[in-house]
């Protein structure tokens, strides 16, 4: 499997010569999923959800599926009629010749004054976990957790302890449209090994349209 990172949440992984992309939203490039078989939401907000980018990717592509939990799905159900698979918590699925587990219910606390939204993650062929706007735990060990590094609901120390909790061999940073290129270096010495530690994971960070084999 091969990973590209998109700007902010968003990634492609691409296997056997078809395409699966989490996460396109506003802060995404505008093509971020022009090219996918099957594109995965997490949430209704708009840095993870653009209904033109679904629309630019649906219209290249006559093929291409969305699966996402209800809270989106009732929103585009209508604009790409048979195209949006409803999920939530314990479904499993194939898309795109990827095995895909659903995770978690609840988008993380902001303030407990903004009312919480839904929110599901998604596992990818039993090795790459996409958590969305959550730290949830997939309740098995996972090879490649793309990390939520920065985010107005969370900050360094939930992140570092998350990825201890879940152990993977490899952290990827994803959400990460609001740190500046110089703030980055402050996060890369917290994640890395000159910091806290992340119970041995490997720390990634790679730029939009960089690319990694998994």
């Known amino acids: 499997m091969n990973l590209t990172k998109h700007s902010h949440a968003c990634v492609r992984l691409e296997k056997d010569g078809r395409t699966l992309v989490i996460d396109p939203g506003g802060f995404s ?28 990717a649906l219209d290249a592509n006559p093929a291409a599926e969305i699966w996402t939990l209800r809270s989106v799905a009732e929103q585009i159900s209508a604009a790409f009629p048979g195209r949006v698979h409803t999920v939530g918590e314990g479904d499993a699925f ?49 090879d ?17 302890d998350y990825v201890r909790e879940i152990g993977p061999r490899r952290a990827l940073d994803v959400h990460d449209a609001l740190l500046t290129g110089l703030a ?10 000159d910091g806290p530690g992340v119970a041995g994971a490997d ?10 084999g998994l």
């Open 29 to 56: 490039e505008q093509d971020a999923a022009v090219g996918a078989d099957a594109v995965l939401i997490t949430h209704e907000h708009p840095d993870h959800f653009d209904e033109g980018r679904l629309r630019a």
């Open 94 to 142: 194939t898309a795109a010749g990827f095995d895909v587990q659903v995770h978690g219910q609840m988008h993380a606390v902001i303030h407990p004054d903004i009312p919480r939204i839904t929110n599901v993650g998604y596992l990818v062929d039993g090795s790459v976990f996409h958590p969305g706007d959550a730290l949830t735990l997939p309740g098995r060990p996972v």
């Open 144 to 160: 490649t957790l793309l990390v939520p590094v920065m985010a107005p609901w969370n900050k360094v120390g939930e992140i570092i």
């Open 184 to 193: 980055r270096p402050v996060y890369d010495r917290m994640l890395g090994p």
């Open 203 to 212: 720390h990634l960070r790679l730029d939009p349209g960089e690319s990694v």
